[in-house]
């Protein structure tokens, strides 16, 4: 096993850790009200059009005047902020859309949308409609096993808010694990652990609310590093395995971990 995670550590290391959620994972898409280039707020319905269009793309899409899900409100992350951007020239008129995460990184950019109308609204809405057709392979597209339960985010609720929004997780025992070479047994009880996206990865927190792991992301969806521990964690059919060596003994522990 040694042997493994030493080989695993080597490929992680040439290869490059960040890695973005794909944007067809995202299921909310939320509209800013009014985009820089413009001094009004929804401007020749720039931002209705943006809102109407992108929903013909399966998201479910919001101003960012509007009353947000509950999800949204819990975790920004659950949702890309998109934007339209201008790169006009004199005689034309060329808009692209532009989608980002919560951290502001852009993961998506249409191609330019061009228009020669004279007229502003007519001018800036063409751009607009010819940006997002060459969006047409984007789309919401749901997994079940990377599907996005709620997620509570540390320091934007109360810790009495948090405890009452998580429910009570039933402990069980889960098979134990032997040092092969010292014999030792080590029990664990399946948890279940809430990620919360930070640069990079995620940082894993119980129902206290505390920090149990930062995992750092691999080229793989269901490998992660684990941050200041000699290990991995890995998914093995509905639960996720943390691997790691403590007092030279591999200690491995099960958990459902809800991203």
């Given at each position: 096993m040694h042997k493994f995670l030493t080989l695993v550590?080597?490929?992680?290391?040439?290869?490059?850790?960040?890695?973005?959620k794909k944007v067809n994972e995202y299921e909310y898409i939320i509209v800013k009200e009014r985009f820089n280039f413009l001094k009004k707020i929804d401007e020749h319905k720039t931002s209705s059009l943006t809102k109407f269009l992108l929903k013909?793309?399966?998201f479910k899409v919001y101003?960012?005047?509007?009353?947000?899900?509950?999800?949204?409100?819990?975790?920004?992350?659950?949702?890309l902020e998109a934007e339209v951007e201008s790169k006009s020239s004199m005689f034309r008129?060329?808009?692209?859309i532009v989608l980002k995460d919560c951290n502001g990184k852009v993961v998506y950019?249409?191609?330019?949308?061009?228009?020669?109308e004279k007229?502003?609204?007519?001018?800036?809405?063409?751009?607009?409609?010819?940006?997002?057709l060459t969006m047409n392979t984007l789309r919401y597209s749901k997994n079940i096993t990377l599907s996005k339960p709620e997620e509570v985010v540390l320091n934007q609720l109360p810790v009495e808010k948090i405890k009452n929004k998580l429910s009570p997780k039933k402990e069980v025992k889960v098979t134990k694990v032997r040092n092969a070479s010292k014999k030792k047994v080590l029990e664990h009880k399946l948890k279940t652990l809430y990620a919360q996206p930070?640069?990079?990865g995620f940082q894993l927190i119980d129902e206290k609310p505390e920090i149990i792991f930062v995992i750092l992301n691999t080229t793989k969806s269901d490998l992660f590093i684990l941050k200041e521990k000699n290990g991995l964690?890995?998914?093995?059919?509905?639960?996720?395995?943390?691997?790691?060596?403590?007092?030279?003994?591999?200690?491995?522990?099960?958990?459902?971990?809800?991203?």
């Open positions: 550590f080597v490929i992680i290391a040439v290869t490059t850790f960040a890695q973005q013909k793309n399966g101003l960012n005047s509007e009353e947000l899900p509950t999800e949204i409100k819990l975790n920004p992350c659950n949702a008129t060329k808009l692209i950019t249409s191609e330019v949308g061009e228009s020669k007229d502003y609204k007519k001018s800036f809405q063409k751009a607009i409609r010819n940006a997002h930070k640069k990079n964690l890995f998914k093995k059919g509905q639960v996720w395995i943390a691997e790691y060596y403590k007092n030279n003994v591999l200690v491995k522990e099960t958990y459902q971990i809800k991203f």
